[in-house]
């Protein structure tokens, strides 16, 4: 059975949420549009054609959901920072009341003994920027760093822990090279920019916080994934080291000072292109955790498309697999295996598994909402942890996605996350039986 106190008195439990997906109020006391507003304001950019309206109404409940995540028996609380909300040009003039809101949610959290952890950046990038080039100027660099500035002065007294980028692979591959995120650019030019300047960013924030914040605890939240090859043959073995390296080596790497995974992609040497002198120095720094983000498993094979990769995915709903509302393939094994890859880079000092959840329909039925399966994914994925901490491996946190339901990006209300339940009409919660699971589990 599995017990609080197996992981250790250290170890951090906690939940993400993002600025998107909970906050809603999208214009509310002067926040300027970020690409996500653009992108959601056309509904028939959402799978289902939602409209977002004010989502998880976090800008006006954020109280009421701290006091759950206290509840539940949390004591992280990992949130992002709307940029567009504190800058809504994305530079230049700040708007007070958007620092005001997140100075409420520090001293919020703190009031609960919950440690926040900030998230600079979650995807929403501001519109004005964009319409300069966004990810693909290099100026990104200036931006982020003046906007990571305003947020160490305003919130660094009393936040120590920072995560400097969620997932720059979703933002940049979905964004920016397939066009299926926001800001809907494509191509592997625009891939590659976006993805070396994200690099640039993650490290060059990582050292003004260390820089300005005595103590900071600072990190990066990487997507990953258990990836296997779909046979034996040579062809398909190759495309699947191929498709590990952009879903698990790609950042990295070059954020450890190794450089892009070229060994198995030669052709990526095109983003020596992209280069500036002394580049090189600048793309590394010695995080003090890294939070990887686990919740499917990818199975990979020879593919003439995309460039560069040459791989693709096998659709799990061809493979007679488990699969989510996302119609992802759920596998809470392979987080061991995925923990078990990183832990061959010996400079990662400490991980937090900064993010994994799943998503089914959930209903709610007399009150209550009876989400068994959710609850056996989090389990697995505890057992898991569990056992690669007993190999020795410092995984040392786990941040449940999410506490509660939220907007899930282009696939909007539908895919339901939480262990806790929203009725997005009225905004009302429900602890799901997932939810109370955690509470007596943490309270044990
Ligand atoms: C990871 C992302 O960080 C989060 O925004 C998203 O909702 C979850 N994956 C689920 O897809």
Redesign the pocket.
């Known amino acids: 059975m599995l017990k609080r106190n197996q992981f250790g008195k250290d170890f951090k439990w906690g939940v993400?949420i993002?600025a998107f997906?909970n906050e809603g109020w999208a214009n509310a006391d002067g926040k300027g549009a970020s690409i996500w507003d653009t992108f959601t304001n056309n509904t028939s950019n959402i799978n289902n054609g939602d409209e977002i309206g004010n989502a998880a109404n976090f800008y006006k409940q954020y109280e009421q959901d701290i006091l759950l995540a206290k509840q539940i028996g949390l004591d992280v609380f990992r949130f992002s920072i709307s940029w567009s909300r504190i800058l809504p040009n994305g530079t230049g003039s700040i708007n007070n009341e958007g620092i005001d809101y997140y100075n409420r949610i520090i001293d919020c959290c703190l009031s609960h003994q919950l440690t926040p952890y900030i998230t600079l950046y979650?995807?929403d990038l501001p519109q004005a920027l964009e319409d300069q080039g966004g990810w693909t100027n290099r100026q990104i660099v200036h931006w982020f760093l003046d906007y990571t500035q305003i947020c160490i002065q305003h919130f660094g007294d009393r936040v120590k822990h920072w995560v400097v980028m969620?997932?720059p692979m979703?933002f940049t591959g979905l964004g920016y090279f397939t066009g299926y995120h926001a800001p809907q650019k494509k191509g592997i030019l625009n891939f590659l920019k976006a993805a070396h300047h994200a690099v640039l960013c993650m490290a060059q924030g990582g050292r003004l916080i260390r820089n300005t914040i005595a103590n900071a605890q600072i990190g990066v939240?990487l997507?990953c994934s258990h990836v296997k090859p779909v046979d034996r043959k040579s062809k398909n073995v190759r495309a699947a080291k191929r498709m590990e390296a952009l879903l698990n080596r790609f950042f990295i790497e070059p954020l450890l000072g190794m450089g892009y995974p070229i060994d198995v992609m030669p052709a990526l040497k095109l983003i020596n292109l992209i280069f500036k002198k002394g580049d090189d120095q600048l793309m590394s720094f010695d995080f003090d955790f890294i939070g990887l983000?686990y919740?499917f498993r990818v199975v990979a094979r020879h593919s003439i498309y995309p460039p560069i990769l040459f791989a693709d995915e096998v659709p799990p709903v061809k493979r007679n697999v488990k699969l989510n509302t996302?119609n992802l393939d759920v596998y809470p094994k392979g987080l061991k295996k995925v923990l078990k890859f990183y832990t061959a880079y010996k400079k990662i000092k400490s991980f937090i598994i900064s993010?994994s959840?799943v998503?089914y329909p959930d209903y709610l039925v007399n009150g209550h909402v009876y989400d068994a399966r959710r609850l056996k994914y989090h389990q697995m994925i505890l057992k898991q942890i569990k056992k690669s901490r007993k190999q020795g491996i410092p995984v040392n946190g786990y941040f449940i996605?999410?506490l509660v339901d939220?907007f899930?990006?282009k696939e909007g209300f539908e895919?339901r996350?939480g262990i806790v339940h929203v009725d997005f009409k009225s905004q009302q919660r429900t602890i799901k039986l997932s939810g109370e699971w955690f509470r007596k589990f943490l309270h044990s």
């Open positions: 993400t993002s997906q979650h995807w969620n997932e979703t939240a997507s983000q919740y996302m993010e959840g998503c996605w999410t939220n899930e990006w895919p996350f």
